[in-house]
């Protein structure tokens, strides 16, 4: 599995926006649960959000609900995640992940991934 961001690390100001994007290669979309996990310095990684190529499965840590959406695009093999409303607790550096659904897609959100991408470091300041 590999993974790809193309953009979306940064430094912006509390309320802006920015736009994550992950690349997958290697492998079919269709097999996995594609997502980011963040991790902000001195603190344990968490899960961010999760989708399935099918978008029959999106979740959200209740963090960011409301303020975060994730998105795909099959063709592109692209996950998106459009970040508004950033606020400084946002600041961390955040990777793409993913499980197979070989085995239950909750493994997300305990953090047994399948594997693992480079982070992007994403600075919010207040």
């Known amino acids: 599995l590999r993974f790809s961001c193309r953009r979306g690390g940064g430094l912006v100001q509390a309320g802006e926006s920015l736009r994550l994007s992950c690349v997958v290669s290697g492998f079919s979309f269709d097999d996995y649960i594609i997502g980011w996990v963040r991790q902000a310095t001195g603190k344990e990684r968490e899960g961010v959000s999760c989708?399935?190529?099918?978008?029959?499965?999106?979740w959200y840590a209740d963090s960011v609900k409301g303020r975060f959406t994730i998105s795909s695009d099959n063709a592109k093999n692209t996950v998106y995640l459009q970040m508004n409303s950033l606020k400084p607790e946002d600041t961390a550096v955040y990777y793409c992940a993913a499980v197979s659904l070989d085995r239950p897609w909750g493994n997300f959100i305990r953090l047994d991934m399948d594997s693992w991408g480079k982070g992007t470091l994403v600075t919010v300041s207040s």
């Open positions: 989708i399935s190529s099918s978008a029959s499965i999106i």
